[in-house]
Nanobody, 120 residues
Framework: QVQLVESGGGLVQAGGSLRLSCAASGRTFSMGWFRQAPGKEREFVSFITTSTGITYYADSVKGRFTIARDNAKNTVYLQMSSLIPEDTAVYYC????????????????WGQGTQVTVSS
């Protein structure tokens, strides 16, 4: 069982930046984030394969968010820039244990979530 601990959320003004971190207690195939805004379904944000570093982004964040990994620390980072109020959500770190699904589909592990609030 892999535990995910995430941090880095907070309150920022539109146009600002935040960096989220997620540390895994064990090996993973891929890691990344989903987010859920009030009244909306949880949506895919970004994922990275931990072995090869292949990245995936939702169209809504492409060009503004960057995901990276530090395999020595079993940690993934999401650098969020040019934030807009629509980015406001609880961001949940997630991980897959194997490649049985497409990257980011049906994660096996979830973090506790961290709140990101972007003010206008």
């Amino acid at each position: 069982q892999v535990q995910l601990v995430e941090s880095g959320g907070g309150l920022v003004q539109a146009g600002g930046s935040l960096r989220l971190s997620c540390a895994a207690s064990g090996r993973t195939f891929s890691m990344g984030w989903f987010r859920q805004a009030p009244g909306k379904e949880r949506e895919f944000v970004s994922f990275i394969t931990t072995s090869t570093g292949i990245t995936y982004y939702a169209d809504s964040v492409k060009g503004r968010f960057t995901i990276a990994r530090d395999n020595a620390k079993n940690t993934v980072y999401l650098q969020m820039s040019s934030l807009i109020p629509e980015d406001t959500a609880v961001y949940y770190c997630a991980a897959q244990s194997s490649f049985r699904n497409r990257v980011g589909v049906n994660p096996d592990y979830w973090g506790q979530g961290t709140q990101v609030t972007v003010s206008s």
